[in-house]
């Protein structure tokens, strides 16, 4: 896994070939006009205006950014692990995987190897709490760093945008309630990330935040799946 940094064009691809899942989808034929790395500063540089939210900084690297997670106060934000596609299909009902946009075979092998990358950086076990959509419980139990709890303010609000506010409002006030005294992994949506952090991360980053006295989120550094 890598740092906050600038990507690199074979980071591009395979952000492209990861898809953006809470994204407009990128239409076959076209060129992509924007890097991703553009998009993520056009992005977070929005959500700053907007919403006030600390961007990640540019220079924190992998190193500082596991400590910091080693470290009490801090959570990792994980988009969950490649499912190709946009949204979710017709007749979408939580708890039916059936009827969801699941992970694909890469996706797995994706969620196993960010696991990997906690027990590599000294972190073996963590508690782990996730959306209720399939592709973020299957992410979570890849992990293997514990079990899983299922948590509805942390479910996609992709196709209800109205409630971006409210549950963004709702995760925050909860995550204020947590001890944070050992490492806490919560794996969402990329909607969800970007509301309280205005980091675009793409399937399987890890973005690590802290939140101070008085409840607002700055953002350490991310992390992202090779």
Request: proline share 5%; with cysteine; glycine share 12%.
């Amino acid at each position: 896994m890598t740092g906050g940094k600038a990507g690199t064009a074979a980071k591009r691809g395979a952000a492209v070939r990861g898809g953006y899942d809470e994204g407009r989808p990128r239409q076959p034929g076209r060129a992509l006009l924007w890097s991703y790395g553009e998009i993520r500063v056009f992005v977070g540089g929005l959500l700053v205006l907007l919403l006030g939210v600390v961007p990640a900084p540019v220079s924190a690297d992998d190193t500082e950014i596991w400590a910091a997670l080693r470290a009490p106060g801090h959570v990792a934000l994980l988009r969950h692990a490649i499912a190709p596609g946009t949204g979710d299909p017709p007749g979408f009902v939580l708890g039916d995987c059936r009827t969801q946009r699941n992970l694909s075979e890469e996706g797995r092998e994706q969620a196993t190897r960010i696991g990997a990358a906690f027990r590599a950086n000294g972190i073996a076990a963590a508690r782990v709490v996730s959306s209720q959509w399939c592709r973020c419980l299957e992410t979570a139990e890849l992990l293997r760093l514990g079990p899983v709890e299922d948590q509805s303010i942390l479910n996609s609000f992709f196709d209800r945008p109205a409630n971006r506010d409210a549950q963004t409002g709702a995760l925050r006030r909860w995550l204020a309630g947590q001890a944070l005294d050992g490492p806490l992994v919560l794996v969402t949506h990329q909607v969800n990330i970007t509301a309280l952090t205005g980091v675009y991360p793409r399937s399987g980053e890890l973005v690590v935040i802290r939140q101070t006295g008085d409840g607002a989120i700055v953002v350490v550094g991310s992390l992202e799946t090779e």
